[in-house]
């Protein structure tokens, strides 16, 4: 797969400007050192030795972080930072690293918060610009939410966009969205290229459900895992105390299960993980349901966990997508509800079932500890990477190191739970629930 891909970032021209922060060419002295482009980052971590060739630059990623000779003079620069699509813990934190490190390291004065996602662009919405400096962004990391606001759409009105991009005078923009945002982002990126305009575009990595392709997690993920097993817990009590109880719980991940996955593995209280990429019967000798029906015979209780994206090749009669261009899903927490319901008062067995949504608490949450950290330097490496000029990438954390990926090779995969991995295979191990709870002759 490596070999197929191409981690060239792009620059808007010849660097030429000493950096204004103080930092070391030499190892050894104690202070902190530039950071060169013939750094790298390995993109495969495993390896046969049998096969060991050399290293090429398929292979390997772009090391971020400040250069000490950088693209724009920062006392010219103009800042645009615009946060897309839903709320994602962490948002406010990477706004205010980013502002913070653009006002102190380099002296850019001019910052401007563009509101309500792409829309904040669009003359006929007619949302002010917010100018944004420490004193404004100090404390936002506390709040959960955006403090720019954001919204769904807009981000196909490429020219409008790039109109108001011009009449701003705008030489950079950092953008805050998931797969839809970093679209648009490349969209504008490729109409910036058309009108010959110097500005950086820089994407930094939101959702939740971290599907993003080549990260090895995108921000918010820590703390909605940290949420959904506080919420688990108290579904765990509430079926242990009833009779034959049953907690279900709802969490976010439309196409990927690492959320569910990794709640189940964090609480050790889960007894089903039902996700996208593994399929599964409710029905049949095999099927999910006659599996219940065991544990809870045995048991006396049971705890399940669904990823929002289960059961749609079942559930949706029409597609529809919402303004951002995502999938309308039906709603498999509640028709798996429904239907355990059915199915035991079908066998006259009673239950006490507590089924629990809480993805909107979840992802309107402020950070925790761990995707605060991680959000304070994503907003960092993104400032640097602009300053120097570099466009249309995505920071993101490779093998644990920071890293320049190009937007556009990062947004044609999505990641998702492989079932043949060891992600799966621990949360089996978790749960003791069948590999696959699917009937052999009913796929």
Not at 35 to 43: E, G, L, S
Request: aromatic share 8%; proline share 4%; charged share 25%.
């Amino acid at each position: 797969m490596a070999e197929a891909m191409d981690f060239t970032i792009e620059e808007l021209g010849k660097r030429s400007i000493k950096s204004p922060i103080v930092m070391s060419t030499t190892d050894g002295d104690l202070i902190a050192n530039y950071v060169t482009d013939d750094q790298y980052v390995r993109f495969g971590a495993d390896i046969k030795i049998e096969e060991q060739q050399p290293i090429g630059k398929s292979e390997v990623l772009e090391s971020a972080g400040p250069r000490e000779i950088i693209y724009f003079a920062p006392a010219h620069v103009h800042a645009g930072i615009v946060s897309c699509g839903g709320l994602c813990p962490g948002i406010n934190d990477v706004i205010r690293a980013i502002v913070r490190c653009l006002w102190y390291r380099y002296g850019v004065k001019r910052i401007s918060g563009i509101q309500y996602g792409y829309k904040g662009f669009l003359p006929e919405c007619k949302y002010e610009i917010r100018k944004l400096d420490p004193d404004l962004v100090d404390d936002i990391h506390k709040l959960g939410g955006t403090f720019l606001g954001s919204a769904r759409g807009g981000g196909r009105e490429v020219s409008k966009i790039v109109d108001a991009m011009e009449q701003l005078n705008l030489n950079m923009l950092f953008t805050i969205g998931g797969d839809g945002t970093q679209h648009g982002t490349l969209d504008i990126a490729e109409e910036v290229d058309k009108r010959h305009l110097k500005i950086a575009m820089v994407g930094i990595p939101k959702t939740v459900d971290n599907d993003f392709a080549l990260l090895q997690r995108s921000f918010g993920f820590d703390t909605a895992v940290s949420k959904a097993v506080e919420v688990v817990a108290s579904a765990h009590m509430e079926a242990h105390s009833a009779i034959n109880g049953i907690g279900l719980v709802k969490v976010m991940g439309r196409e990927s299960g690492f959320i569910a996955a990794h709640t189940a593995l964090a609480s050790h209280e889960v007894n089903f993980v039902l996700i996208p990429e593994v399929p599964f019967n409710l029905e049949g000798y095999n099927g999910f349901l006659p599996h219940l029906e065991r544990r809870i015979l045995s048991r006396g209780h049971a705890v399940i966990v669904v990823a929002e994206g289960v059961m749609q090749e079942l559930l949706l009669t029409e597609k529809k997508t919402d303004a951002g261009g995502n999938l309308k899903m039906a709603d498999a927490g509640i028709y798996l509800r429904d239907r355990i319901v059915k199915y035991f008062s079908e066998k006259k067995i009673e239950i006490n079932l507590k089924y629990i949504d809480p993805s909107y608490i979840i992802r309107s949450a402020p950070a925790n500890p761990s995707d605060s950290i991680y959000c304070e330097r994503l907003g960092n490496a993104a400032a640097h990477a602009a300053m120097a000029g570099k466009t249309k990438l995505i920071i993101g954390l490779v093998n644990d190191k920071f890293v320049h990926l190009p937007i556009k090779t990062v947004i044609a995969h999505r990641n998702r739970v492989e079932p043949e991995g060891d992600l799966w295979r621990d949360t089996l191990d978790a749960t003791h629930q069948p590999p696959l709870m699917v009937n052999k002759f009913n796929q």
